[in-house]
C-alpha cells in the first residue's frame, strides 16, 4: 500500500508562484512513476504533470507546459510540482498520484494510488 500527502495549496493572485509537494510512503519510491492531476467541481479529473523514476521521462499537459515544473527527490520520498505565472483558470484540487510501475502515462486510469488533495485558488 502507498500513502501520498499532499501540501503546499493556497490563495495566490494571478501571476504568482506555488510549489506543491506530495510526501510518499509505503512502496520503493524511486521505481514509480508520479503523477499530478487537477480537477474543479463537474469535470473530469485531468492530467497536469507525470516523471518516471529516475526523471528521464517526463510529461505535461499543454496548458502547463512551460509555467510548470514537475520534479522529485527520491532520498526523500517526495514529488513537487513548481507552478508559476498562475493563472485564474489554474484553480483546482490538485491531486498527486502513483503508478504501480515505471512506465510512463498520463491517463488517469493507470495510477493505483491517489492523495487526499489540495486546494488551489488563484484569484485577486
Known amino acids: 500500500q502507498v500513502q501520498l500527502v499532499e501540501s503546499g495549496g493556497g490563495l495566490v493572485q494571478p501571476g504568482n508562484s506555488l510549489r506543491l509537494s506530495c510526501a510518499a510512503s509505503g512502496r520503493t519510491f524511486g521505481n514509480s512513476l508520479m503523477g499530478w492531476f487537477r480537477q474543479t467541481p463537474g469535470k473530469e479529473r485531468d492530467f497536469v504533470a507525470g516523471?518516471?523514476?529516475?526523471?528521464?521521462?517526463?510529461g505535461y499537459a499543454t496548458s502547463v507546459k512551460g509555467r510548470f515544473t514537475i520534479s522529485r527527490d527520491n532520498a526523500k520520498n517526495t514529488v513537487y510540482l513548481q507552478m508559476n505565472s498562475l493563472k485564474p483558470e489554474d484553480t483546482a484540487v490538485y491531486y498527486c498520484?502513483?503508478?504501480?510501475?515505471?512506465?510512463?502515462?498520463?491517463?488517469?486510469?493507470?495510477?493505483?494510488?491517489w492523495g487526499q488533495g489540495t486546494q488551489v485558488t488563484v484569484s485577486e
Open positions: 516523471i518516471t523514476g529516475s526523471g528521464g521521462t517526463i
Open positions: 498520484a502513483a503508478r504501480n510501475s515505471n512506465f510512463y502515462s498520463h491517463n488517469s486510469f493507470d495510477y493505483n494510488y
